[in-house]
């Protein structure tokens, strides 16, 4: 049981590059998120999926995309870097249980470098 | 629009010291709220969740307390020790969104 999984670790872009964050979570959970993390501002929501086949924008989707391609797994894309994107990101999921929203598990993270 | 705050920002205690940190929110109409803590480098780690129907909930030397009404969350760790050292966050749930506080770095000195 892996819980939440994130690919790559770690990856350097050049602004204007392209590039997809992988995440997948085994825990059979309907709730996924990618948040950004940035020094002092805490973690703000990028995108979210409820459950599978949907998709919502979070407080700061632009310039990014997502795609939740099963159950198990929620990818995050950047379709043209910007240096404002440096930071680092994380994916999470979580249960739902009628209207309770169970804990957050969280991925170890991306850490995206753009040049 | 929810806003999440959390005060102090940093905070460096003596090991054994009991510590408070306090988390605060703007809007009441909350799911649940969650304190996390994060390790530099690494992802969050879930510490306790408290329901909106709840008023406080413990696990071993953390104990979180829930003022919905007044849109204030505390998490008081008890005797503290330098493995507490940490960023704490809280997180309040609104639908299917989850906002985060800023967090408060934690630094117990041995």
């Known amino acids: 049981n892996a819980g939440v999984t994130q690919t790559p670790k770690f990856q350097v872009l050049k602004t204007g590059q392209s590039m997809t964050l992988q995440c997948a979570q085994d825990m059979n959970h309907n709730s996924m998120y990618w948040y950004r993390q940035d020094p002092g501002m805490g973690l703000r929501l990028i995108y979210y999926s409820a459950s599978e086949g949907t998709t919502d924008k979070g407080e700061v989707p632009n310039g990014y995309n997502v795609s939740r391609l099963n159950k198990r797994e929620f990818s995050l894309r950047l379709e043209s870097a910007a240096p404002s994107q440096t930071s680092v990101y994380f994916c999470?999921?979580?249960?739902?249980?009628?209207?309770?929203?169970?804990?957050?598990?969280f991925g170890p993270g991306t850490r995206l470098l753009v040049l | 629009k929810q806003e999440v705050t959390q005060i102090p920002a940093a905070l460096s205690v003596p090991e054994g010291e009991n510590l408070v940190l306090n988390c605060s929110f703007t809007d009441s109409a909350i799911y649940n709220l969650q304190w996390f803590r994060q390790d530099p480098g690494k992802g969050l780690t879930s510490l306790l969740l408290i329901q909106s129907s709840q008023r406080e909930q413990t696990s071993g030397r953390l104990n979180a307390s829930l003022d919905k009404s007044s849109g204030r969350s505390t998490l008081y760790i008890a005797a503290s020790q330098p493995g507490d050292s940490a960023t704490y966050l809280c997180a309040v749930r609104q639908e299917d969104k989850v906002i985060f506080g800023p967090g408060t770095s934690l630094s117990v000195i041995p």
């Open positions: 999470a999921s979580s249960a739902r249980t009628g209207r309770l929203q169970e804990t957050q598990y």
